[in-house]
């Protein structure tokens, strides 16, 4: 972010580079493709998020000229070039969609049914992990297949709603033939809740009864720990996973000890309550058994293999206790301590919160005088924060986990989607004129002003208000105060948002500042603490 001088240099620039993206792509051979479906929604961009620019009907031919996952970029007869659904046009006979080359090229043939096969499987706005979940489905439910992308299966629910499921988890229904193409109809693109153009899968992440999006970092408040007298009861099979149970002053406290170094990760899920634990790097073998517990803060563990070498634990809590927790890695990659103690009720459990970490992928944002990108540190300090508020208890969701562009408008559609309680846009400020960017100094927030002050969204104010003063707080730089604009993040949205501009990443001192991990860590906690303070007052 930067005030309208830096913005306007930013747009010029922006503008040369995307000029110079969509000209240098070619296709080698003219390619044409046929429209599928009854009517069909054009795009300005490669997903539904994108804003729909038109619409065009079964029959008609269309010249392709690029491609962006399931995307098609395509030519009009007047000559502009706006985005299509793969799944809702197929090549002209003897056609490759992509080179225009006769290949003999035909649809995947699909599964009419799939049946699904893992235990509890998530549903996805998307076809990867990297998109948001949107439900999850039991072992033998049967579904019908409407598409495919890679590995995944594009499916209808009884409700009609259609959603993305992981192939490895379902199998076909034994004796059914299979579909060749997607069942048409009109309205053809159903956008099942939000997807990110350009955003990866996440292939880590397992698809099975799995947490948010948002990871919960390892350290949190210190529970007190004294000499136990415990109650120790515990779980082995052998060298590859073993675990252990201890009980005293109201602390649950379970180790857990692993064949190899391995990396760990560990999020708080809070309907039903449960901590989940992936654990990347184990060998091949025998996981222990699941055991339930009749007293404390933990009621159950289990454990199963998702994917290979990358196993999941589940710790059950207690539903009827407010708990905080904290999860300890040995250095050695070989020991992971979790331990569960009684804690005070957090405002922010059970919270639905967004947070938007500004820029990503082709777009940096304002860049320090060192070479600091902006985007990197507002995705450092809002992974912090999401770790930080899903151990208190809140349901966190980032609009990117990593290093993609995700455009404005999907941005704010995926907190209306999620229903979300507050929405926090995470950026740092420059200044343009470069005689004075050492002048330009400090912390400010800002919010679109609402006509309606009983709308849900009048409490964008006293959210900025809110995290201004704790980001002065803990931050410790100067209050810039309360600043109202119309962003597109911030106009878009349904429910109470705000942006923070944490510093001026053109002022050598500040920039200085953002690479330090102790100055993350602060802006993080005063996202957190202003949630709190906002939370509390409503």
Not at 53 to 67: E, F, M, P, Y
Request: net charge neutral.
């Amino acid at each position: 972010m930067s005030f309208p001088r830096a913005l306007s240099i930013r747009f010029i620039f922006l503008s040369f580079a995307a000029l110079i993206f969509f000209i240098l792509p070619a296709i080698a051979h003219a390619a044409t493709v046929v429209v599928t479906g009854s009517y069909v929604n054009l795009r300005s961009g490669p997903g539904t998020g994108y804003l729909k620019v038109g619409q065009i009907s079964r029959g008609a031919q269309l010249t392709v000229v690029g491609k962006s996952g399931d995307w098609y970029r395509v030519r009009l007869q007047s000559g502009r070039e706006v985005w299509i659904a793969g799944w809702l046009v197929k090549p002209v006979a003897g056609q490759d969609a992509l080179t225009g080359q006769g290949s003999g090229w035909q649809a995947a043939a699909l599964p009419a049914t799939v049946v699904v096969t893992g235990s509890y499987v998530n549903l996805r706005s998307g076809p990867g992990t990297g998109y948001l979940k949107v439900g999850q489905i039991s072992r033998g439910a049967q579904l019908t297949v409407v598409g495919k992308s890679g590995d995944w299966y594009r499916v209808r629910l009884q409700s009609g709603r259609e959603v993305w499921i992981a192939g490895w988890l379902v199998k076909p229904v034994a004796g059914q033939a299979p579909a060749e193409e997607p069942p048409q109809g009109a309205p053809v693109e159903t956008r099942p809740q939000t997807s990110f153009p350009g955003t990866p899968p996440v292939s880590a992440a397992p698809e099975a009864a799995g947490p948010p999006a948002s990871q919960a970092g390892g350290s949190g408040p210190g529970v007190p720990v004294t000499v136990p007298v415990p109650v120790s009861r515990g779980e082995s099979n052998g060298s590859l996973l073993n675990y252990e149970l201890q009980e005293y002053d109201g602390t649950t406290e379970v180790t857990f000890t692993f064949s190899r170094p391995v990396d760990t990760r560990v999020a708080f899920v809070p309907d039903p309550p449960r901590l989940a634990i992936d654990i990347k790097g184990l060998p091949p073998g025998d996981l222990p058994g699941s055991r339930s517990y009749g007293s404390g803060l933990v009621s159950g563990i289990r454990a199963a293999w998702f994917e290979p070498e990358t196993a999941r634990v589940v710790l059950d809590l207690a539903p009827d206790k407010q708990v905080r927790w904290e999860a300890i890695p040995a250095a050695d990659k070989c020991c992971l301590k979790v331990r569960v103690a009684p804690g005070p009720l957090y405002t922010v459990a059970g919270k639905v919160i967004v947070l938007d970490p500004g820029h990503g992928g082709s777009d940096p944002g304002a860049i320090g005088p060192t070479g600091l990108q902006e985007k990197d540190f507002n995705l450092a300090v809002a992974r912090l924060a999401a770790a930080e508020l899903s151990r208190r208890g809140a349901r966190v969701y980032l609009t990117r986990t990593d290093d993609v562009y995700v455009d404005l408008y999907s941005r704010a559609a995926l907190a209306n989607d999620l229903g979300a309680d507050a929405f926090v846009s995470v950026h740092a400020n420059a200044w343009g004129n470069p005689n004075e960017v050492d002048r330009m100094a400090g912390t400010s927030t800002w919010y679109a002003p609402v006509a309606d002050p009983a709308s849900r969204k009048a409490g964008s104010e006293r959210l900025a208000m809110c995290l201004q003063k704790s980001l002065v707080e803990k931050a410790g730089r100067k209050d810039l105060g309360l600043f109202t604009a119309n962003f597109a993040v911030l106009r878009n949205t349904t429910m109470p948002a705000a942006l923070v501009e944490v510093a001026f990443i053109s002022n050598r001192e500040e920039e200085g500042l953002m690479y330090a991990d102790w100055f993350r860590q602060a802006a993080a906690t005063g996202v957190v603490e202003g949630l709190e303070r906002y939370f509390a007052q409503i």
